[in-house]
């Protein structure tokens, strides 16, 4: 059985302009700060099943703010 990968979404801080599409399409992977910007819920790692989510929620990030990486 091949071993199963573990991601992690990734927020960068300096880009993330509060434009909430991440929450709106993966709300358990992310959390919004008082501003409305996100930052990965706990150590961002992805739950099994949601990785389309993150993925999708990578590529729908206006400012390129968000990456999906492995753990």
């Known amino acids: 059985m091949p071993e199963q990968k573990v991601l992690q979404v990734v927020v960068d801080p300096a880009l993330c302009q509060g434009h909430n599409r991440c ?3 993966a709300p358990k992977l992310f959390e919004l700060d008082e501003f ?3 930052h990965a819920v706990g150590d961002g790692t992805v739950p099994a099943g949601l990785e389309d989510k ?3 929620a990578e590529a729908n990030c ?3 703010a968000i990456k999906v990486v492995q753990a």
Do not use: M, Q
């Open 23 to 25: 929450k709106a399409i």
């Open 36 to 38: 409305g910007h996100a």
């Open 54 to 56: 993150a993925r999708l």
């Open 62 to 64: 206006p400012e390129f």
